[in-house]
């Protein structure tokens, strides 16, 4: 069984910065895919960003330039770095883990931007 925790989400003015990190714990297997969506209020969940165990990375148009997502293996933690934020950027954010043809989420973390 795998489990996933976020953390990092808050309160931030427009113009500034995040950090959200996804702790893994578990059987987790050497090739997968890990990625962070986001889903706001009426909407569905979108991807933004995604990250391979072979290391490729790609990410939503609405957010290149601005966010970046790395992993530590050892510490089997996925992060995404948020810079320049904008109020459309609120929303709760989620991690999923996809191995073994079987997908992971985290419980979400809530990030809002505004003034």
């Known amino acids: 069984q795998v489990q996933l925790v976020e953390s990092g989400g808050g309160l931030v003015q427009p113009g500034g910065s995040l950090r959200l990190s996804c702790k893994a714990s578990?059987?987790?297997?050497?090739?997968?895919?890990m990625g962070w969506y986001r889903q706001a209020p009426g909407k569905e969940r979108d991807l933004i960003a995604q990250i391979t165990s072979g290391g490729s990375i790609d990410y939503a148009d609405s957010v290149k330039g601005r966010f970046t997502v790395d992993i530590d293996n050892a510490k089997k933690t996925m992060s995404l770095q948020m810079n320049s934020l904008k109020p459309e950027d609120t929303a709760v954010y989620y991690c999923?883990?996809?191995?073994?043809?079987?997908?992971?989420w985290g419980q979400g973390t809530q990030v809002t931007v505004s003034s």
């Open positions: 999923r883990l996809l191995q073994l043809g079987i997908q992971f």
């Open positions: 578990g059987n987790i297997a050497s090739i997968r895919l």
